[in-house]
RNA sequence: GGGGUUAUAGCUCAGUUGGCUAGAGCGCUACGUUGACAUCGUAGAGGUCACAGGUUCAAAUCCUGUUAAUCCCACCA
């Protein structure tokens, strides 16, 4: 027997271990068997596990355990990302507190040594947690980002790309994080808002406003729009411009670019330390002067301000003008926008640079145009990335981002791939010292072909997104022709956070695009972020993160997991709050206690569900049960180990007799179905609530209540019936519950039980609002009794005329007085009206309670009398339609009969509650 | 400046291609509970679906506009 709460600590790891062992977790390439592949998005390899992960494992889990079912051979590739920058940030910053030394000092190999011992210890915490999380993915196959075989891909991949002339390398201006000293890629920029000053300069016959004064040691022009009359005459022309270093020569160019409504229409242009000015420069000839180096300081060219920070400077220039005049005014408080580094805030500093891009225009003769429906061969990494999304190869869940990722893509620069830190996949070139020679290979090289051996590697590493661009292909052998990659890719879903749709998802299109010619996934389902209960961002600053493995500890991974994407829809923001998870923990101890009863009522019962038979056998009924087990709907192509079946499915089984059992055998059945559709749909937070309410609502409030009037052996067998498809159905959401309870009366584990699939033949309406007419006299019984505050252990009796429902109503006696506290119940087609007695009238039957004494007549007259003119005013609103020609002549024939049926039972009770209003 | 998203009960949110008198959980009110479950049960209160127009037989749902919140993209220096 079983205790009689959940305690999820004592099962979930013991269950995770036993999944694990049992090799669940590993497909295998089985080509009469349909792939399912989900690459699971790595975490940081020195991260914890926060709820962001928690969300994208839950979600993952949910799919790949419903494959499995299925009898798919479902593939969740797990690993992790070496977090180029991140991880050396966090490295660097431990050696500082707790060595006081920096990575310079260390040198580039011990520092290595140092980041690759650190991670070692790190990865396994990770792994734990995402196990916690209960996910079924397979550990066999795991990857890490710095794995030796992903780093063979990432040099494959480089080399082809540069023999393809995509990837070249340019003296160009990049956004560059004067503290993590490294280029960053375009995406790799925010914009925050900040307050600064606008200095408006005396500027030899301008006056011209800025926010860095100090980048005017690298003017080299003035810029106005050609159609500026002010400046029409100056344009072409050159002026000497007084400085704090003396004299300068700036060239006044026309650029359409200039706003003449700005200040005073003229802009100085400062092309090495300007995206927009180096634009102008470009299109108008203009020379570049760099004046601030890679430590974000002014260079031996700025005199006396040589070796000071840029903010420094700035100030010491802004002194220094102003005692030389040439200062007109300063505006405080001048709202902008500041460029920061991504990782770390610290405002970008443009400056030129030479480094490796990635050419997104370039054009390139791809492999197998036919595999992505490309009509021409010769195409650009940007075409490719664009076509699959707009051929409709790739879907994107929910489809607005296709908007945002068109506008992205569109807009895309060449890609800056280099990185000055030394935590990455090392750039796979080579110098020769003696020679100009640039050496692009595979392979260390030994010589240059001039001879030389002095052959010195790029000291650069690569963007951490061009290695995690390759993962959904990488992590399965490529670029070896291995039978993973050939079986299991393309993936079919990428579960990941919408923010990282550029960082990572159009990576990942790309790249994938290019190397194999084929898309990295068919449907891309993007997940909103996790907020606070107030809509706050999460954050270590405001403290009001909530631990996803603290909540595990207190309300076990199941409740965790329901209350993660419950309540949420694609794409959109949710929020979670530890009341919610509370609510889910509730849910998975009702559902606990829901299977205890059931199996308790079934006792005996079990004997025969763990024998020879496959099947719960009902006694006394014609079954033909050497049939029945192997002819139930099949998953694709093979299918998932088969499981007892129940008496009620197949051809040959046995119809349910009961009413009540008819009834929620039926009510499965649509269960099933709509959650089937809801999950090819994609939909995780309505199934989820549909199986909640199905449990609760109807299984446990109601049939569960019900069956304790019945003892015959069906109603046994349907109580394990419902039981088994609902643990099959809730296994994806709350696996660890529900393979603990099917272990109660099952020798094989759920997690690769027979997905169930509905039974058409045994829906029955008809049964269905039987069994709601009985429903209905027990609500309404109840209610009147709460009104009329009778106590609720006083036993009443009822008189019921239930006219053609008589017989059903007189067989369900014992269950009508046992839930709606009856000592009597009386059934009759007809009959006179009992004195003293309050009607109920309920669409098939009337019912008689002697509460008129207990009731206050006015006040009972008042409530009547409402009811009836709400139903008058329905009423009529239906008659108004009804009578409405346009109505009866456009609207599809089901909602007019519908309508008019509603009109019918409405007018019925009207009547009924006028009748009940003069008796009183 | 451009583009999204959101606005539904006190709170958090569902609500499919337009078609039940708009739903759930939490909270609230009243009552109850000794054998499946107080991590519970029964009954109830609570909404002008942000606002204004429009389309339609029919609008929470579609269109236009307004307001408010929020996010992304974009260096008016």
New binding site residues.
């Given amino acids: 027997m079983l205790p009689?709460?959940?305690?999820h600590k004592k099962y979930e790891d013991k269950i995770y271990k036993k999944w694990e062992e049992s090799g669940a977790f590993t497909p295998d390439t089985d080509p009469n068997k349909k792939p399912f592949t989900i690459s699971m998005p790595p975490p940081n390899a020195t991260g914890t596990l926060h709820l962001g992960h928690a969300v994208m494992l839950a979600l993952e889990d949910i799919m790949i355990r419903q494959k499995r079912m299925q009898g798919y051979n479902a593939l969740w590739l797990p690993g992790t990302d070496h977090a180029a920058i991140a991880t050396q940030n966090k490295v660097e910053k431990i050696l500082a507190a707790e060595e006081g030394i920096t990575r310079e000092q260390l040198g580039r190999e011990n520092f290595l040594e140092r980041v690759k011992a650190y991670v070692a210890d790190c990865q396994d915490t990770i792994r734990q947690q995402v196990r916690k999380m209960g996910s079924s993915c397979d550990w066999t196959r795991e990857r890490y980002t710095f794995d030796d075989d992903l780093n063979r891909a990432v040099t494959e991949i480089f080399v082809r790309m540069y023999e393809d002339k995509l990837i070249y390398r340019g003296h160009r201006?990049v956004n560059w994080c004067p503290r993590c000293k490294s280029t960053l890629a375009?995406?790799e920029?925010?914009?925050k808002e900040r307050q600064g000053k606008?200095y408006w300069i005396k500027y030899g016959p301008f006056v011209?406003?800025?926010?860095?004064p100090e980048t005017k040691l690298g003017d080299t022009a003035v810029a106005v729009h050609p159609d500026d009359e002010r400046y029409k005459d100056m344009v072409g022309k050159e002026y000497q411009i007084p400085g704090v270093l003396g004299e300068f020569t700036v060239k006044v160019i026309a650029d359409k670019?200039?706003?003449?409504?700005?200040?005073s229409?003229?802009?100085?242009v400062t092309p090495a330390h300007?995206?927009?000015?180096?634009e102008m420069a470009e299109r108008n000839g203009i020379p570049m002067k760099q004046i601030i180096d890679e430590d974000g300081c002014m260079m031996e060219n700025c005199g006396k301000y040589a070796g000071l920070p840029t903010v420094q400077a700035r100030k010491e220039i802004v002194e220094d003008m102003e005692k030389m005049g040439l200062i007109e005014k300063v505006e405080e408080n001048y709202d902008?926008?500041l460029?920061v580094c991504y990782r770390c805030e610290t405002p970008i500093e443009?400056l030129p640079s030479k480094q490796w891009f990635i050419d997104v225009n370039q054009k390139f003769d791809i492999a197998h145009p036919e595999k992505l429906g490309l009509k021409d061969k010769n195409v650009s990494l940007k075409e490719a990335a664009i076509h699959v999304i707009k051929d409709q190869k790739i879907e994107i869940i929910p489809d607005?981002f296709n908007?945002?990722y068109f506008?992205?893509m569109d807009?895309l620069k060449d890609w800056c791939v280099s990185r000055q830190i030394w935590w990455g996949h090392r750039i796979p070139v080579w110098y020769c010292e003696d020679c100009e020679e640039v050496i692009v290979d595979r392979e260390t090289p030994k010589a240059c072909k001039c001879g030389s051996e002095k052959l010195i590697q790029d000291e650069d590493t690569l963007d951490t997104w061009f290695s995690s661009g390759l993962w959904t292909f990488s992590t399965l052998g490529w670029p070896e022709k291995t039978e993973d990659l050939e079986y299991f890719h393309p993936t079919s879903v990428m579960e990941t956070g919408y923010?990282i749709l550029?960082f990572w998802v159009a990576r990942m299109i790309i790249m994938s695009t290019y190397a194999l010619s084929e898309i990295p996934f068919e449907k891309v389902y993007l997940h909103g972020l996790l907020?606070d209960?107030?809509?706050r961002?999460m954050s270590k600053s405001l403290g009001n993160g909530i631990d996803p493995l603290e909540m595990i500890d207190k309300y076990g991974a199941d409740a965790l997991r329901m209350a993660l994407f419950i309540?949420?829809?694609p794409?959109?923001?949710?929020?979670i709050y530890e009341?919610?998870i509370e609510?889910f923990?509730?849910f998975?101890?009702?559902f606990w206690?829901?299977s205890?009863?059931a199996l308790?009522r079934s006792e005996d019962t079990k004997v025969s569900l763990e024998g020879d038979t496959k099947g719960v056998q009902p006694q006394g009924k014609q079954t033909n049960d050497s049939n029945q087990s192997t002819n139930t709907p099949q998953p694709p192509q093979g299918g998932a180990e088969q499981t007892p079946q129940s008496p009620f499915q197949g051809e040959a089984a046995t119809k349910p007799q009961e009413l009540i059992n008819q009834w929620i055998i039926s009510r499965t059945q649509v269960l099933i179905k709509d959650v089937n559709k809801g999950l090819d749909?994609f939909?995780f937070?309505?199934t989820g609530?549909l199986l909640?309410?199905f449990v609760?609502?109807e299984f446990?409030?109601w049939y569960?209540?019900m069956s304790k009037k019945s003892e015959s052996e069906e109603t046994k067998q349907t109580l394990l019936y419902v039981l088994q498809n609902l643990l099959k159905l809730l296994h994806p959401y709350i696996p660890y519950v529900t393979e603990e309870i099917w272990g109660e009366f099952n020798e094989d584990m759920l997690i690769t039980a027979a997905w169930p699939e509905a039974d058409e033949s045994l829906i029955n309406a008809e049964q269905e609002k039987k069994a709601d007419l009985i429903r209905n006299i027990i609500?309404e019984i109840?209610?009147k009794r709460?009104?009329a505050?009778v106590?609720?252990?006083k036993k009443i009796s009822a008189i019921v005329f239930g006219g053609k429902n008589t017989a059903i109503v007189e067989e369900h006696a014992e269950v009508i007085k046992f839930m709606a506290g009856l000592e009597t119940l009386t059934a009759s087609e007809s009959g006179d009206k009992p004195e003293k007695a309050i009607a109920i009238f309920i669409d098939g039957a009337e019912v008689y309670l002697p509460l008129a004494d207990m009731l206050d007549p006015e006040k009972e007259k008042k409530r009547i009398e409402k009811e009836i003119a709400?139903?008058e005013k329905?009423v009529k609103s239906?008659q108004g339609?009804l009578s409405?020609k346009?109505?009866v002549?456009?609207?599809?024939a089901n909602?007019i009969e519908?309508e008019k049926e509603?009109e019918k039972a409405?007018l019925e009770?009207i009547e009924k509650l006028k009748k009940q209003l003069g008796e009183i």
């Fill in positions: 009689s709460s959940y305690e201006l375009d995406d920029v925010e914009h606008l011209l406003a800025t926010t860095r670019s200039v706003n003449p409504e700005f200040g229409g003229a802009v100085k300007s995206f927009v000015d180096n902008m926008q460029s443009p607005r908007k945002t506008h992205w807009n923010d550029f907020r209960k107030q809509g961002k309540g949420s829809t794409g959109n923001d949710s929020r009341e919610k609510g923990r509730n998975v101890n009702k206690n829901i205890r009863f308790g749909e939909k937070s309505e609530q909640y309410d609760w609502n446990a409030d569960l209540e609500k109840r209610s709460a009104e505050k106590d609720p252990v709400e139903a329905y239906i339609k409405n346009n109505f002549q456009k609207a599809p909602i519908a509603k409405t009770k």
